[in-house]
């Protein structure tokens, strides 16, 4: 009998071309100029705030959910490489749901995406998607300050309900799960090379150890290297202020100034951390893991003790859709155990599932070869599934309240890595 789930062995051995350019799409999502330029021009809409009390969210679910029905269709806009192209997991909900689904490619970066589907949000149009992704961030947070998007009905969640871990039920950007649930998500942390670093770092401090000096990577993105700042003087970007922006610079301008930054990379920095051109830099979580898997390299990833970075790919289904009653019953289905654990092995990205891993354990005993071992990999890897005391260490970017905050944000951080 064929297994809809079990992944072509040539496609799983390739991962890695496909994760590094969804992470390197990832990255123009956040403080890019394109989207800096977007936020400047003040978009304007029928904004609606967000609920100020559980029973005006509610009520604001009750007035939208009542009298809608379900229409047996569903079209879905996802970001690259994010679902094997067989898409056996749509396959299963069409034949479970007798709902059919489109599914399509096309939110590339989200400044780009915003700025496409904002005229016909602000129009009260279909932008032709019932359901959509969308990063943590400026965008995701505009969508919901202008109105734009769906209040969920919790009682038509059961899954999430039932098996999200408790880390993606209250994330900091969209308190409580009112507007999205989580995708997928990454971890931005510490990679080494174990050839060149005799002892293994656990602190931000090690990437401004002087005997480092010239083999350090940090990343380019601003938004990435103020974190990062951040933890090193013990702040939580999330809660931080002007002024904490500004300390962080200056650290950031001392580690800079001492030479030890060797460059300031974007998606580029794990070729030559494997190759020992840096020891030790800034990371993503899914590069490392799937660069081991991909070149059999030994490199190591670790959360340092001030903390480090988590961002979220998040589902949503804008205010004009279609087929809301098709979407929501799509968003929770991703909350099926079985589901969320093969989704995981095909895209090896956090699974928001916990209960995901003894699926791909599962699988990995049924497994042979090549096959077995990558199963293996994916599910004991800390970089698929954090412990408890990982995820007590990771924190969200900085929430931006409008777009001159970010803008000033941008230009303390752009300093560093463009002089």
């Known amino acids: 009998m064929n297994d809809p789930y079990r992944q072509d062995p040539a496609l799983l051995r390739g991962m890695t071309q496909r994760r590094l350019g969804r992470r390197d799409a990832f990255r123009l999502a956040g403080l890019s100029a394109a989207g800096l330029a977007l936020a400047a021009c003040g978009v304007q809409g029928k904004g609606a705030a967000r609920p100020s009390s559980s029973a005006q969210a509610q009520s604001e ?33 069409t034949q479970q749901t007798g709902i059919t689904v489109t599914y399509k490619e096309v939110i590339q970066d989200n400044p780009s995406w915003f700025a496409k589907i904002q005229p016909q949000l602000a129009a009260g149009q279909s932008i032709g998607y019932d359901l959509m992704v969308v990063t943590n961030g400026l965008h995701f947070t505009q969508l919901v300050q202008l109105g734009y998007l769906v209040a969920l009905d919790h009682a ?5 309900t039932a098996n999200a871990g408790e880390r993606y039920k209250n994330e900091s950007f969209d308190p409580g799960n009112v507007y999205s649930i989580p995708w997928a998500s990454g971890m931005t942390g510490i990679a080494y090379n174990p050839k060149y670093v005799d002892t293994p770092p656990t602190s ?16 380019s993105d601003s938004q990435e290297i103020a974190n990062f700042g951040l933890f090193a003087l013990g702040i939580d970007p999330d809660t931080s202020t002007e002024a904490d922006w500004q300390k962080a610079a200056a650290k950031l301008q001392e580690q800079r100034d001492a030479g030890i930054v060797r460059k300031y990379y974007d998606q580029a920095y794990i070729d030559p951390l494997a190759k020992g051109d840096i020891w030790l830099t800034m990371a993503w979580s ?46 929770d289905f991703f909350y099926d155990v079985n589901v969320a654990g093969h989704l995981a092995e095909y895209i ?72």
Do not use: C
Request: proline share 8%; aromatic share 12%.
């Open 61 to 93: 679910v009750e007035k939208y959910w009542s009298g809608k029905t379900k229409n047996g269709h569903v079209d879905f806009a996802n970001w690259p490489l994010y679902m094997d192209p067989k898409q056996p997991e749509l396959k299963q909900f």
């Open 156 to 160: 038509k969640l059961p899954n999430f």
């Open 204 to 219: 931000m401090a090690d990437l401004w150890n002087p005997k480092y000096k010239g083999k350090v990577g940090m990343m």
């Open 286 to 331: 899914g590069d490392v893991f799937q660069k081991n898997v991909s070149d059999g390299t030994d490199l190591k990833f670790v959360i340092p003790q001030e903390g480090a970075t988590i961002w979220t790919d998040n589902m949503m289904i804008p205010k004009t859709a279609t087929n809301p009653v098709d979407a929501i019953m799509l968003m």
């Open 348 to 419: 090896n990205y956090v699974t928001p599932v916990p209960a995901a891993k003894d699926v791909i354990a599962a699988d990995a005993a049924k497994a042979t070869g090549a096959d077995k071992k990558l199963l293996e990999q994916v599910s004991t890897s800390p970089l698929v599934f954090p412990s408890a005391e990982d995820y007590a260490k990771l924190r969200s970017y900085k929430n931006f309240k409008t777009p001159q905050e970010q803008k000033k944000f941008e230009s303390i951080f752009q300093a560093i890595t463009t002089a």
